[in-house]
């Protein structure tokens, strides 16, 4: 650091720009760097984290299509992002939506801040978790979805339902102003995602076959290689949403490895009592389980929370997902809903537990400002999953309807069969001659 004389700076103020001079004194650089890092880390997260865990979780004629998926999305959202839904979310607007006041980034220039950070900085992370929102939907119709459709649909629902959603819990709107506990994303990005991917996946049919043709991950070592990085980028995810280099963001990267280790081993030693075999796909499941179940808690609750949502998070989505995918036969492709939706909805209730101070122990540590009424929370908690659960349905299924009228949602049955890679890209994931 550079030291200047009282007298200095305010000679210099008359000749430099006083904007600039504020920007300096204001910004805090530990609080920026570890934005910054945060959102790579998240960016880090999609491409190439979840596109080489789907990729791998779909049949071979099929890994191109999922990757080029997840790559069109990061790039459609980002200018989307830019063009308006980034006003639409965090403007000042109503308790419903945002304005458009910051339409392409206006006012987010070098002197605008977000507390103590730059605003761009703020706005890039947040850009980061808009993209992998729809790129999480990808599982529930993968292996069947036009990629025209794909790219109008995630187009549209970015607009209508991440934008609205956001601005509820983060950007001032309603669900905020209740008091909703949502540190980093279990209503706006899980419980969306996940149930925008069922509704998806109801809306459009079964994969032809399921579920009596066997349609195993043609590739469980690239899934495995992207699920690592999930769990690595998901400190950004976490760790990053306390906006500060601080004691929150560390207990929260603390208690999302917590989680996320114990959905590992709980979902683990399910199978291995179940089948008798613990599985590798099953591992890499719980992990995102406990993942997607601590997000909305990680920056309220305490190690031994973390320990309880870990476990719980492995128990109950291993069980839906047996009731989707083999009970019901709702072919989600890749088991968004009963794993990133359930885990959601759950991490977002028991929140509202073990963000109290009630618990001693188990309790939130202080985290939450002290909250010690835990039958209110979970109230609030509930109308924020349910109001969440609802608005993400309809107006999903009008955005599917509306693209099927357009363009078409499927491909037709013989290029189903051929594989999405040659019929939508003419391109072949693995050439063999």
Not at 97 to 110: E, L, P, R, S
Request: net charge negative; proline share 3%.
């Amino acid at each position: 650091m550079y030291k200047q004389s009282w007298s200095y700076l305010f000679i210099s103020s008359l000749f430099l720009a006083m904007p600039t001079l504020a920007f300096a004194e204001e910004m805090n650089a530990a609080n920026t760097a570890w934005i910054l890092t945060s959102t790579a880390l998240v960016l880090f997260m999609t491409i190439p984290g979840l596109s080489l865990f789907y990729a791998g979780l779909v049949r071979s004629k099929n890994v191109l299509s999922v990757l080029m998926q997840c790559f069109a999305i990061t790039g459609m959202v980002s200018v989307l992002w830019l063009i308006g839904v980034y006003s639409l979310a965090f403007d000042v607007g109503n308790d419903w939506i945002g304005g458009m006041g910051k339409a392409m980034f206006a006012g987010v220039g070098k002197d605008a801040m977000t507390g103590d950070i730059p605003e761009v900085s703020f706005s890039m992370f947040q850009m980061t978790f808009a993209i992998i929102t729809p790129a999480l939907i990808v599982g529930g119709f993968a292996e069947r979805m036009r990629f025209s459709a794909m790219l109008i649909f995630s187009a549209i629902w970015v607009v209508l339902v991440y934008a609205p959603v956001t601005h509820w819990v983060w950007g001032g709107g309603w669900l905020s102003k209740m008091g909703l506990l949502d540190f980093a994303g279990g209503t706006v990005v899980h419980i969306t995602a996940g149930v925008a991917a069922i509704v998806a996946a109801m809306w459009m049919g079964n994969r032809k076959g399921f579920p009596h043709t066997a349609m195993p991950p043609h590739n469980l070592t690239m899934t495995v290689t992207g699920a690592g990085m999930l769990w690595v980028g998901w400190f950004g995810f976490n760790g990053g949403s306390a906006l500060a280099a601080n004691a929150d963001a560390s207990m929260a990267m603390f208690v999302t490895h917590i989680s996320a280790a114990v959905g590992t081993m709980t979902w683990l030693f399910l199978e291995w009592i179940k089948y008798g075999k613990p599985s590798v796909l099953g591992a890499v499941t719980g992990m995102v389980a406990g993942l997607g179940s601590i997000t909305p808690a990680s920056g309220y609750v305490g190690p031994g929370g973390a320990l309880i949502i870990g476990f719980s998070a492995g128990l109950v989505c291993f069980f839906m997902t047996i009731l989707i995918k083999r009970k019901l036969k709702i072919d989600d492709s890749l088991d968004v809903f009963p794993v990133h939706g359930v885990g959601g909805i759950l991490g977002t209730l028991l929140a509202g537990v073990f963000a109290s101070t009630e618990l001693g122990v188990f309790s939130g540590m202080g985290f939450a400002d002290n909250i010690t009424s835990m039958g209110q929370q979970l109230w609030v908690q509930f109308v924020g999953v349910i109001a969440t659960f609802v608005y993400t349905a309809i107006v999903t299924v009008g955005i599917l309807k509306l693209v099927d009228m357009l363009v078409g949602l499927r491909v037709e049955h013989e290029e189903e069969v051929e594989g999405l890679d040659i019929s939508q890209h003419e391109e072949r994931g693995y050439d063999y001659l």
